[in-house]
Nanobody, 124 residues
Framework: QVQPVESGGGLVQAGGSLRLSCAAS????????MGWFRQAPGKEREFVAA????????YSVDSVKDRFTISRDNAKNTVYLQMNSLKSEDTAVYYC?????????????????WGRGTQVTVSS
């Protein structure tokens, strides 16, 4: 059983920044694509960004591409989501997920393990 653990959420003003962290199992962390998803009230869970095990390939949704950066530090078994220029529309619970096998990195169904989420609230 592997459950990623998110941290770093909170309340921030529009235009501000937050860095989310996700700690995962060190045993298989290096073999996994790690992703960030978010879910706003009344909305479906949506893809935000993902990074491959090597860190050489990243993916992100268009709405955050110019503002968010995903990265990972395998030595610390941690993946990060640096969020800059935050907007009220970014308000959501952010989830970290680990993908073990194949599947599109932007699909919820591709991921095997999910954290409980961390709340990000952006005020205007």
């Amino acid at each position: 059983q592997v459950q990623p653990v998110e941290s770093g959420g909170g309340l921030v003003q529009a235009g501000g920044s937050l860095r989310l962290s996700c700690a995962a199992s060190g045993r298989t962390f290096i073999t996994r694509t790690m992703g960030w998803f978010r879910q706003a009230p009344g909305k479906e869970r949506e893809f935000v960004a993902a990074v491959t095990w090597s860190g050489s390939s990243t993916y992100s949704v268009d709405s955050v591409k110019d503002r968010f950066t995903i990265s990972r530090d395998n030595a610390k078994n941690t993946v990060y989501l640096q969020m800059n220029s935050l907007k009220s529309e970014d308000t959501a619970v952010y989830y970290c997920a680990a993908k073990i096998v194949g599947g599109a990195p932007a699909k919820v169904s591709s991921y095997d393990y999910w954290g409980r989420g961390t709340q990000v609230t952006v005020s205007s």
